[in-house]
């Protein structure tokens, strides 16, 4: 299976700052990656897919970008709505495995 | 719009069986592939089955492989989640999602918790 390592697992930053977030595959996948972000008790929602490919409705202060092995999602201004926790996913091959996860919290 | 409206979940002994339920709608859902993601507490998301549109083919982790047997009804636009021999590591929010390999839409969730 392929492993999905995040990093960080946690980062605390204010509003308006920018925002990286990384993911390394344990082998090439092309760009068959996507991006989540989790709110507690809220539906699980689809942020970027193919690595870089925005989803209808994101604002734009999200970006993606990467392939074969790294991949960073990338919140341009952070926005008090953005702190959950974010999730990157390949889709490369089965199993379909996910990250671990980063949770950004206020500063 | 796209609604996922998931059900059958609730407190399971261990060792029982379960068969969770998601109702589609808005969508076709007969075109489309479809996923069971769980999240167990404190811990981050995994993938535990999905199915072809045609309900052909389906796919599991080995963790769950032998256990878990997702199908769907596409006259009914209903995914389901057969798990057996449940035990503690399967309590978790299972969510459905509609997909081909990453998932576009997810229902919001129903809750198993397997205590005695």
């Known amino acids: 299976a392929i492993q999905l390592t995040q990093s960080p697992s946690s980062l605390s930053a204010s509003v308006g700052d920018r925002v990286t977030i990384t993911c390394r595959a344990s082998q090439g996948i092309s760009r068959t990656l996507a991006w989540y972000q989790l709110k507690p008790g809220k539906t699980p929602k689809l942020l970027m897919y193919d690595a870089s490919s925005l989803e209808s409705g994101v604002p734009s202060r999200f970006s993606g970008s990467g392939s074969g092995t790294d991949f960073t999602l990338t919140i341009s201004s952070l926005q008090p709505e953005d702190f959950a926790t974010y999730y990157c996913q390949q889709f490369n091959s089965y199993p379909l495995t996910f990250g671990g996860g980063t949770k950004v919290e206020i500063k | 719009q796209v609604q996922l409206v998931e059900s059958g979940g609730g407190v399971v002994q261990p060792g029982r069986s379960l068969r969770l339920s998601c109702a589609a709608s808005?969508?076709?859902?007969?075109?489309?592939?479809m996923h069971w993601v769980r999240q167990a507490p404190g811990k981050g998301l995994e993938w535990v089955a999905g199915?072809?549109?045609?309900?052909?083919?389906?796919y599991y982790p080995d963790s769950v492989k032998g256990r878990f047997t997702i199908s769907r009804d596409n006259s009914k636009n209903t995914l389901y989640l057969q798990i057996n021999s449940l035990g503690a590591e399967d309590t978790a929010v299972y969510y459905c999602?509609?997909?081909?390999?990453?998932?576009?839409?997810w229902g919001q969730g129903t809750l198993v918790t397997v205590t005695s």
């Open positions: 999602a509609k997909g081909r390999g990453y998932f576009e839409d």
């Open positions: 808005g969508f076709t859902f007969s075109s489309y592939g």
């Open positions: 199915i072809s549109f045609d309900g052909t083919n389906e």
